[in-house]
């Protein structure tokens, strides 16, 4: 009996042995010859992802490490769009037209009782000042042998050029940011890295065009600022909306404008919220535009402005039916700008420009009392009150 017991237990080895070897994928020579055979499976890869602490159960490999160093600079991928959107066109309409008197000093803009007299250029009833600044209200225009010529809200006739104005707009908010943006002043091309001379993308961002901004580097000296994944560009082509819902120091009330001279931007915040954003043109050195803390004291649909700051008057302007003027330091205002070609520099004699679309939002939203604060946040503007005369367009 225990041999027969020893030849069983001999019999069902062999058979498991023989079982084994008709099933296992490694074959004579030690090889896997099976490609769904998996020794040891592991861990599984976790789905794409921001990891910031341990992940049991899986491994954070591919994609996931570059968006877990993205969350870990307070990126959240996939990148969140900005909910913002342009004023109603019909903003930029005006009641009248707007003409360039195309003379420059020392001579003189004539002025004529009719529109024969203005083409022939005889008996002129009135001068406008020389000046390289001069623009006129018209209601109507004739072109006579080539030349255009207006019949201006004074009643009088005279030669110049209907213009045109700049037709950018700024952003109204139904929601707020959720990161920073801004607009492209200048043409340029982002970088793959922040980095002088890293590789180029296209295609060339145009001016006024908007952009997200998630993050900030500085490099070598200059300030990058990325605007999508590995697009980066350098912040002398931007200006940034920098977002503050709290109220300026001595601001009482939940409404007012603020005034970046630095970015060149204006916001406007209702209930403490951002509603809307755009781009300025403040005092050029040095007509600065003051900052400080203001308020609204006068609103005026359209107002002639004219000066000059020189001895010799030679940076006169002469500038007719300026639109949405808001009064907010003695002669400084906020208004629409018909003679800027661009915005985002300084450019004024003190006013803050703005488009003429920008500016009639503004207008319309603005009450008299409302708060303006100005401020620069690079310091670089003189805040001296001994420093500023009453200010001008």
Not at 96 to 112: C, H, K, M, S, T
Not at 366 to 382: F, H, L
């Amino acid at each position: 009996m225990t041999s027969l017991r020893i030849i069983k237990k001999f019999t069902i080895l062999f058979l498991a042995c023989s079982i084994l070897a008709i099933t296992s994928p490694v074959d004579a020579a030690g090889a896997v010859n099976d490609p769904s055979y998996e020794p040891y499976a592991g861990e599984d890869v976790c789905l794409p992802g921001a990891y910031l602490t341990n992940t049991p159960g899986c491994l954070a490999y591919g994609p996931s490490i570059y968006i877990s160093s993205l969350a870990q600079e307070g990126i959240t991928y996939p990148l969140l769009p900005l909910t913002a959107f342009q004023p109603d066109a019909a903003l930029f309409d005006l009641n009248y037209g707007i003409a360039r008197v195309n003379v420059f000093p020392p001579e003189r803009a004539p002025l004529f009782a009719s529109l024969e007299d203005a083409v022939s250029g005889s008996n002129p009833v009135n001068y406008l000042r020389p000046s390289d600044l001069l623009y006129v209200a018209y209601s109507s225009q004739v072109d006579v042998n080539g030349g255009h010529y207006v019949l201006t809200a004074s009643g009088g006739w005279m030669r110049a050029s209907p213009a045109t104005y700049s037709g950018f707009q700024g952003l109204v908010l139904n929601q707020q940011p959720q990161t920073s943006f801004g607009w492209i002043v200048e043409p340029t091309r982002a970088k793959v890295t922040p980095d002088y001379y890293a590789a180029e993308l296209e295609p060339t961002l145009p001016p006024n065009s908007v952009v997200q901004i998630y993050a900030l580097k500085q490099v070598d000296g200059l300030t990058y600022y990325m605007i999508g994944l590995n697009r980066w560009v350098e912040r002398r082509y931007i200006r940034q909306l920098e977002y503050n819902p709290a109220p300026p120091a001595g601001v009482d009330t939940d409404r007012w404008i603020e005034i970046n001279l630095y970015e060149q931007t204006l916001s406007v915040y209702d209930h403490n919220q951002l509603v809307f954003a755009t781009l300025i043109a403040s005092g050029l050195d040095p007509y600065f535009t003051r900052p400080g803390l203001f308020q609204i004291q006068e609103k005026k649909d359209s107002e002639t402005m004219s000066g000059g700051f020189e001895a010799d008057l030679s940076d006169y302007y002469y500038l007719e039916d300026v639109p949405w003027t808001m009064y907010y330091d003695q002669e400084r205002a906020i208004h629409g700008a018909y003679w800027r070609a661009m915005l985002g520099y300084p450019q004024s004699h003190g006013c803050v420009n703005m488009s003429v679309s920008d500016a009639h939002w503004v207008y319309d939203w603005a009450k008299v009392g409302d708060w303006v604060y100005v401020w620069d946040p690079s310091g670089q503007t003189p805040t001296d009150p001994s420093l500023y005369t009453p200010g001008g367009a």
